[in-house]
């Protein structure tokens, strides 16, 4: 190629795409055009209220403690996260568990309800304010489907022959002496339940005439309260008691198949049976063995 000869075109030369590029980039006809932040804003409230409603649906609710019925534990004006997210998979509530459930038999009634403003029922209908107007209680589950429990004046509960250590009991009550009761066994898809603070907790005790016999359906419990969310400054786990892992605590089985009551003592109609029956046996065999030629003649 001779020297100064031009390869294509001259360099002045500019390709029909090159001012195309050139518009687009200094924001002509081809730019897309950025969307204001304030007509953005609606549309992330939205998504994030609608992210909202799931998490309360499905996931965790906030709740607001209103009695003392489970002091010290709880107090009032305690907000609480109860775990909505395992009872969709078939999870249902374990001994020791501080549990959220609807009213099953109008246990609330003549209990006031507060009457919340429009704000305070838009905030708690999408989870982000405890609900005021729900009838819910919030109790700890002492006993579950199948227990046998009891609790004698003067002592302590005891669940399927096990008495239980209760250092979560307000300082000064007792295990139940204000309301004793049973034994009594637990049907399958109930709960019993009772409030740390006993003497000033209408619980299952309370409740035995009632169409449940004071026992709470697993289909009315919202979820198990994890986590005390609010003030911060009583921010605490609500984990299960030591005394609801025992050895033994959870065997039905054995203590039906034996007889058992709460107390792990079999019945008083049983028990002259099952001695007179620990007699005969020895009786039986040594006659059994005995020739019969020994007998005296008569």
Request: aromatic share 6%; charged share 20%.
């Amino acid at each position: 190629m001779a020297v100064g000869a031009r390869s294509g075109r001259d360099e002045g030369d500019e390709r029909p795409e090159d001012g195309v590029e050139g518009e687009t980039e200094n924001g002509g006809a081809g730019a897309r055009p950025q969307r204001s932040f304030w007509k953005e804003l609606p549309l992330l409230i939205g998504i994030a209220l609608l992210l909202a409603l799931l998490i309360k649906t499905f996931l965790v609710q906030a709740f607001s403690i209103p009695s003392e019925s489970m002091q010290n534990t709880l107090q009032r004006g305690d907000r609480v996260l109860v775990d909505k997210l395992t009872p969709w998979f078939g999870s249902e509530p374990e001994r020791g568990e501080v549990v959220v459930f609807h009213d099953p038999a109008n246990w609330l009634a003549g209990e006031a309800t507060p009457e919340p403003n429009f704000a305070q029922k838009a905030l708690s209908w999408i989870g982000l304010m405890p609900s005021a107007e729900e009838k819910d209680l919030i109790k700890r589950t002492i006993a579950i489907g199948g227990d046998t429990v009891e609790c004698k004046r003067g002592g302590p509960v005891v669940v399927n022959g096990k008495p239980l250590d209760e250092p979560y009991i307000f300082p000064g009550n007792t295990a139940c002496d204000d309301a004793p009761f049973g034994p009594i066994t637990v049907p399958k898809g109930k709960i019993w339940v009772m409030g740390d603070h006993r003497q000033n907790s209408q619980d299952s005790r309370y409740h035995m005439q009632d169409s449940t016999q004071g026992f709470v359906p697993v289909k009315d419990v919202v979820g198990r309260a994890v986590v005390v969310a609010w003030p911060v400054t009583r921010w605490a786990t609500l984990p299960v008691p030591d005394t609801f892992d025992q050895p033994g605590i959870g065997n039905q089985a054995k203590a039906a198949a034996l007889g058992l009551d709460a107390s792990g003592l079999a019945p008083v109609g049983l028990a002259p049976a099952a001695l007179g029956l620990t007699g005969a046996v020895p009786v039986v065999l040594w006659r059994r063995r005995k020739p019969a030629g020994s007998r005296t003649a008569g």
